[in-house]
């Protein structure tokens, strides 16, 4: 039965994540009045490898978008945003992917990476960064200039396995189908949003926000980095043409041909749901990992400290860029003390840290997927320290509610730092911002009031607002609206935890992986040695 029928009256909103695809449908006011959820499965065929059928995806996603519609009718608009960084890959001719979407989390293309990096273009680049940076601190004004942001930016550049970029190149190199058909001219690449509206729209296009997160887009200039294309041997013809977030991209069938009017990469769309256009507006998205985000207006700033220049918004010749700090595990932290049957669900992880006044001296170092900014160190395991005979359940939950507290009260210091501009509140959304000690720890430790959103779903309030500015002809300024507080967390003075105690668990930690590395090193050389001499 359809409640409102054929009027008109809502916006429908796809959020493309991961592991699970949210489809919401967002009245005028901004009040969310259906949700669909459906889990899309993730496939690890050799370790470290993270995979999702592209089909079977697309699948997921027109059903959800079908449930919503058969009810409630055709919406106003859609709008489409997405986790970013996945790469896709397909057949201009027919729409067939040519190789399995290689998620984010994947990293098999680690040492290509690192050989990548090493490529002289890179170095030179890195080089004339140096340069221009230590002149820069010379010479003030010059550091104003996008040209020596952008020397500087290559001078702390470096490819990560989890960029779209390496994994285009791997391939290219590995995969004869897709490497067949770029030589054909037929093959097509894109991140999840261009997959998503190939099929929506029968387009081959990226929003700016997702094209800045690929690796081989020059935020600076605004296009795709000829240098770096022409480094990797990548076709320019496979790559997706550029749109603005605000834009009319075509009807969608799945959505009985309703208008899709915005497309924005899932932190970006947060960030503007956050703080709209101003310059200094700040969010932290807690899910899986965290994100750090602030808008940092019509410049962009240069690379340093772990961080990367990105678009957060463009519309026409508007442009806003932002700096992001990322830590790479927060909630699936909490579920692995879930797995481990420490905790039955995430509300007694709260119940037992609140039931400790302190961790009784142990450390928790909650590196589980390696450490992101501003140290970048991928194969970083966890650690914790300090266990003794009277460590408890509640000191171990303790401890690992501090850590991540101290983990992005660190990512939040960093990008205060590279952005150049101080805030002094920070506002909150995802499903581990439940967590009301986590989010204390994080005011007391960063000295930033924080405040959670009654909207934990900040990426689809953003693309709702992007979505309905562009049929009511607004400015994304005019599109904007303050999203509504749940509650505020006010910094405390009388904090009982050590942040220089913190600082030597992370410093061991990091100690202990390169001790590793250097052993495993020496090892294979003695392996090569002791080979040489059975030869």
Known sequence: MRLIGLGYEYYLVIDAGTTAIKVFAYDDSGKIIRKVANKVPVSSPEPGWVEQDPLLYWEKVSNSVKSICDELGRPLAVGVTNQRATTVVWDKDDGEPLYN???????????????????????????????????????????????????ITMAHFKFGSNQPVVHLRWLMDNVNEFARAVRAGKAAFGTLDSWILWNMV??????????????????????WSDRLIKMLGIPRGILPSEVDNMC???????????????????????????????????????????????????????????TYPMIALKQGERVIYLVEGIAQATGSAIDWLIDLGLIRGPAEADELARLAEDSFG???????????????????????YGLSRGTR??????????????????????????????????????????HDVLLQLVADLSGKKVLRAKNLDGSSRGAYLLARG???????????????????????????????????????????YESLRLLAVGDVALRGRCHERQG
């Open 202 to 223: 029968g387009k081959h296009v990226i929003d700016f926000t997702n094209a800045s997160a690929t690796g081989m887009f020059d935020p600076f200039h605004l296009s």
């Open 362 to 384: 142990v450390v928790f170092v909650p590196t589980l997927a390696g450490i992101g900014t501003p140290y970048w160190i991928n194969k970083l395991r966890g650690c914790i």
């Open 470 to 512: 562009a049929i009511k002809g607004l400015s994304i300024d005019e599109a904007w609206r303050s999203p509504e507080v749940d509650s505020v967390f006010e910094p405390r003075a009388d904090v009982s935890f050590s942040r220089e105690r913190w600082l030597d668990g992370l410093r061991s930690c990091v100690n202990y």
């Open 393 to 434: 359940r509640e000191h171990l939950i303790r401890a690992l509610m501090e850590g991540l507290a101290f983990r992005l009260s660190e990512v939040i210091d960093v990008v205060e730092a590279v952005s150049g501009i101080h805030f002094d509140e920070i506002l909150t959304d995802g499903n581990a911002s439940r």
């Open 101 to 151: 979407m290689i998620t984010w989390q994947d990293t098999r293309a680690f040492d290509l990476a690192e050989e990548l990096s090493k490529e002289s273009l890179i170095r030179l680049g890195r080089l004339l960064g140096l340069v221009a940076e230590a002149f820069a601190k010379i010479v003030k004004r010059v550091a104003e200039s996008r040209s020596v942001k952008y020397l």
């Open 248 to 306: 009319y991209l075509g009807k969608s069938k799945a959505a009985f041909d309703a208008p899709v009017t915005a497309i924005i990469a899932d932190q970006q769309a947060s960030l503007y749901s956050a703080g709209g256009t101003r310059r200094g507006a700040a969010k932290m998205t807690n899910g899986t990992g965290s994100f750090v985000d602030v808008n940092v207006g019509s410049e962009p700033v240069s690379a340093v400290g772990g």
